[in-house]
């Protein structure tokens, strides 16, 4: 009697067993995607918190406290965003471990806003081949726009998105000012030899067109370099009158103070990714003159335009989510405007994707982005994807410096595209 | 390494606790166990260098960048097989060893140091110059990039075949040569150890195992090189290892590989610190606590330790 009850048991356990497997391979359709739960919602990045390229740790600074925001306000759809920080210090060698934990351990729903061209290559294959979105990557490289069709590298990268315009659009805007305003000018390029810096100086020939002869010398110098004198020096004795910058903010400071010691005043361009007001005031108070230098830019600016709906909502969620960060906002730290609006723009795509977000209707939404209420932007831009366009911003406006060492940024003219 | 049965026994365990070890571990925590792995191989290569030939070098980083982009050239150019790549990474460095020991039969002590350092910084930027073939920047892909699984077996694999050769090596008579010319050149010459060869050979044989780890560290990274990858302070990092493992022992040189193996992701985790700086101050901490308490290593300790247990012996047979 013992052993048919026994028998019955184990009967009972295995249709038990069948009937959860099967139940679960029923739902395995619908089961939802990793990193997503009714309640919450977990991303992650890769920053360089430390390391050469640790004057952009404000940007997810910024990002952690515009979700803090979201989610005093209900999260999205109900879900509250959990954002995790690594440091990989630039390095790609550590940004693969970076990503690998993200997604194998953390089990993230998606990689958002990850900063740096290298170490976006050397991830973006492992993400693609698993289908994680790996969005909003912080670097201008045109990559992130053209792979998403296009094969690179072996294969088309459908998971990885950029959203700051590219350099090479940068560069075209400045090559076509030049252009029409300075024909004859005899640029000399200081430039950080890697793909960076090649992307602008393409741009910036493409922008010339005819003018490309305009060129008289190019100078390069190692994203690892403190010192670029030698490169400024060279470019003054080739009798260059305009000086054209593209470098991360510790070269471009060196550049600007250099410049300005050897007695050299050329019109001067600077890549907008070291436009940055307080690195600008550093060079200010180290010497350099600033007066007139040409830069761009796609944002909202806290110091001259601090009436704007979105300036005000900035200042009141540093205040409140994060005040350390107070005295960098007060500054003009673009790093921090451009946090928002990478946030900003991540929440619209995750409400655009539906009340059960998958990381399917995550890229959908984001390569069907049409919107221009990103209120940290510079008024007017569009952010805009679509079948055929995977670049969401591709407008910027050029600014020029005044006031001295406690100048700012004044955008002249109107907004330019610098799409194709 | 002295062999003896108990040694040999270990071994065998060890080996046996690896080979089960991966279907234990989660995916993730098997690429961890593999970059051990490919430290292992570049702090043995480094041990012969510097531990038995006392031939300091900071450069090892260059040496596993060579073999690294050996591999992510070879693999995006020509589709050659992964673990050819390799062994075509270990001639290659054996050569580049042997090349660079030459200057080094000139200096010593702190100008040799220098010279190494010279070679680490300046050799990812070789890269960069000739851009157009080994990528610049941009890096260079792997046609193929492997799971967690396959690259914890051949790396620790590696590491095993690499051992017995170590051992091999070292047990003979090349491995007194080596020794007679760290404890002493002038007895060593005048016992007619041939300076010249010993020094370069070691030089050559220890980048051949760098380039090794370097292959198998671009297979760690989605085989993805780039030059900020192999900055001085992957070279720094080895040197650490190396004095961490101490000399002689498997174990010594196991606990080096899982100190910097680990360390970058353990510390992320660290209370207080937290992830911004506690990979630099938990490996600030424990290489001073190192080199305060054990400055022969993990090898060191584990010598001790069994001859304060052989004393306990003899003492208790009284």
Known sequence: MVMKGKRILVVLATAVLAAAVSATAAFGAHRADPGITKTSIHIGGTFPLTGVASAYKTIPAAESAYYAYVNAHGGVNGRKIDFTVLDDGYNPAQTVPDVQKLVEQDKVFAIVGSLGTAPGLATWGYTNARKVPQVMLATGDSFWGFCARKTCQGSTKPYTSGWQPDYPGEGRLYGKYIAANMPNAKIGILYQNDAFGKNYIAGLNQGLGSKKGDVVDEEGFNATDTVVTQQVLALKAKGADTFFIVATPGQAIAALVTATKIGWSPTTFLANVSAIRPFLLAAAAAGANLNGVISSTYLASPTTQPNLAGMKLGKAIIAQYAPALAADWAVGDSNLVYGMGVAWTFVTALQNAGKNPTRASLMNALHSLNTSKDPFVYPGITLQTSATDNFPIEQEILTKWSGGATGDWHPFGKLLTSGR | ?318
């Open chain 2, 1 to 318: 390494m002295r062999v003896r049965a108990a040694g040999i026994g270990t071994a065998a365990a060890a080996a046996v606790v690896l080979a089960l070890l991966p279907f234990a571990l989660s995916a993730y925590h098997q690429a961890l166990a593999a970059q051990v792995g490919t430290f292992f191989v570049a702090i043995l290569g480094l041990n012969i260098l510097t531990g038995y030939t006392g031939q300091i070098s900071i450069g090892h980083g260059a040496f596993m960048a060579i073999g690294g982009y050996t591999t992510a050239v070879l693999s995006r150019d020509h589709h050659t097989n992964l673990v050819l790549t390799m062994a075509a990474a270990f001639a290659i460095c054996f050569c580049c060893g042997l090349l660079v020991g030459l200057p080094a039969l000139r200096l010593a002590g702190v100008y040799l140091a220098l010279a190494t350092f010279a070679f680490a910084v300046s050799v990812p930027q070789v890269p960069l110059k000739f851009s157009k073939y080994l990528g610049g920047s941009g890096g260079v892909q792997s046609a193929k990039t492997v799971g967690h699984l396959w690259l914890y077996g051949v790396s620790w694999t590696t590491a095993a075949v690499l051992f017995v050769l170590a051992w091999l090596i070292l047990r003979g008579r090349t491995g007194r040569a080596f020794r007679a010319v760290r404890d002493s050149e002038v007895a060593a010459t005048s016992s007619g150890v041939q300076l010249p060869v010993y020094k370069t050979l070691a030089f050559g044989i220890s980048a051949a195992f760098a380039g090794v780890a370097g292959s198998l560290f671009v297979m760690g990274t989605n085989g993805f090189a780039q030059p900020s990858e192999f900055g001085i302070l992957l070279s720094l990092q080895i040197l650490v290892g190396a004095a961490v493992a101490g000399l002689g022992s498997l174990w010594g040189v196991l606990a080096g590989a899982a100190f910097i193996g680990l360390l970058p992701t353990v510390s992320s985790d660290v209370p207080l610190i937290g992830s911004t700086h506690g990979q630099d101050v938990v490996f600030g901490l424990i290489v001073i606590v190192i080199m305060l308490l054990l400055p022969n290593g993990v090898a060191g300790l584990l010598a001790r330790l069994a001859r304060t247990r052989a004393r306990g012996l003899n003492r208790g047979s009284i």
